[in-house]
Nanobody
Framework: QVQLVESGGGLVQAGDSLRLSCAAS????????MGWFRQAPGKEREFGAV????????YYADSVKGRFTISRDNAKNTVYLQMNSLKPEDTAVYYC????????????????????WGQGTQVTVSS
């Protein structure tokens, strides 16, 4: 079992930066790829980024590519999302999640492909 807890959300202005953290407890963290999703009110939860278990491979949705960076520190059981050049359309609840399905050269982008989820952290970007 893996428990995930996000932190670092808040209220910022357009163009600002924010760094989200996701702390994991329990075993198997290093054996799982980690992803970030986001969900705006009334919208479907959408994929943002994923990082392989070693941290050597990453994949980003077009909506965040070039602005967001996912990273992980397995020694600290933590995954991060560095968000730069934030836009009002980035406003959402951000969730971290763990998956087994980034191990065979396949990029998991679907919510049901993730086994563990955090509670989410709110990011609000004002214009």
């Amino acid at each position: 079992q893996v428990q995930l807890v996000e932190s670092g959300g808040g209220l910022v202005q357009a163009g600002d930066s924010l760094r989200l953290s996701c702390a994991a407890s329990g075993r198997t963290f290093s054996g799982l790829a980690m992803g970030w999703f986001r969900q705006a009110p009334g919208k479907e939860r959408e994929f943002g980024a994923v990082i392989s278990r070693s941290g050597g491979d990453t994949y980003y949705a077009d909506s965040v590519k070039g602005r967001f960076t996912i990273s992980r520190d397995n020694a600290k059981n933590t995954v991060y999302l560095q968000m730069n050049s934030l836009k009002p359309e980035d406003t959402a609840v951000y969730y971290c999640a763990a998956t087994r399905h980034y191990e065979l050269g396949y990029v998991p982008r679907r919510q049901y492909e993730y086994d563990y989820w955090g509670q989410g952290t709110q990011v609000t970007v004002s214009s």
